[in-house]
T-cell receptor, first 111, second 118 residues
Framework: DAKTTQPPSMDCAEGRAANLPCNHS???????VYWYRQIHSQGPQYIIH???NNETNEMASLIITEDRKSSTLILPHATLRDTAVYYC????????????FGTGTRLKVLA | GAVVSQHPSRVICKSGTSVKIECRSL??????MFWYRQFPKQSLMLMAT?????????EQGVEKDKFLINHASLTLSTLTVTSAHPEDSSFYIC??????????????FGQGTRLTVV
């Protein structure tokens, strides 16, 4: 599975949009981009995933560049409860479907 | 989303004893489950892939005789830490994917088990 690169930490003001970038320059054609977050001492929570089109759900939006080498997770109106470590993972659709976690981005939402 | 439940959420055991952690998919069947370990301020590290009805596949560097995995049914996988030592103290997390879904669907994670070996 492709390796991902994320900034180690980011701050965001409460109520503002949080934009979390992820580089996955070695992604292959059948690999999806998944985003999870982990709040302290809990298991990871699924947020969103996509292949090449932009995706939106009730939690976030996912913007994938046309060449698919990077993506951005957008939390439109960050709240204090969004403070967490956010993981970007690239995974294929065959084989064992295992996730390999990178170091993630520690997002801190400030009041 | 689908629910994956781990039990216990916290356990303290004495050095040299064994501890079993259960991972259950509550509303779906999972042919494959995954076990991760996470040390403080670090990312999740995949330990092994648990396969229903067959042997688990361990990641490089993970001792199969120390971390015994059993996946006896489509809704239950267990991880047994044998002869636990203080360095095994960690946060253990499982995940599972609904086998009825297509290959691009997400996996769901349990809430984790905090193991402390004293």
């Amino acid at each position: 599975d492709a390796k991902t690169t994320q900034p180690p930490s980011m701050d965001c003001a409460e109520g503002r949009a949080a934009n979390l970038p992820c580089n996955h320059s070695t992604i292959s054609g059948n690999e999806y981009v998944y985003w999870y977050r982990q709040i302290h001492s809990q298991g990871p929570q699924y947020i969103i995933h996509g292949l090449k089109n932009n995706e939106t759900n009730e939690m976030a939006s996912l913007i994938i560049t046309e060449d698919r080498k990077s993506s951005t997770l957008i939390l439109p109106h960050a709240t204090l409860r969004d403070t967490a470590v956010y993981y970007c993972i690239v995974r294929g659709t065959s084989g064992t479907y295992k996730y390999i976690f990178g170091t993630g981005t520690r997002l801190k939402v400030l009041a | 989303g689908a629910v994956v439940s781990q039990h216990p959420s916290r356990v303290i055991c004495k050095s040299g004893t064994s501890v079993k952690i259960e991972c259950r998919s509550l509303d779906f069947q999972a042919t494959t489950m995954f076990w991760y370990r996470q040390f403080p301020k670090q990312s999740l590290m995949l330990m092994a892939t648990s396969n229903e009805g067959s042997k688990a596949t361990y990641e490089q560097g993970v001792e199969k005789d120390k971390f015994l995995i059993n996946h006896a049914s489509l809704t239950l996988s267990t991880l047994t830490v044998t002869s636990a030592h203080p360095e095994d103290s960690s946060f253990y997390i499982c995940s599972a994917r609904d086998r009825a879904q297509r290959g691009n669907t997400e996996a769901f994670f349990g809430q984790g088990t905090r193991l402390t070996v004293v």
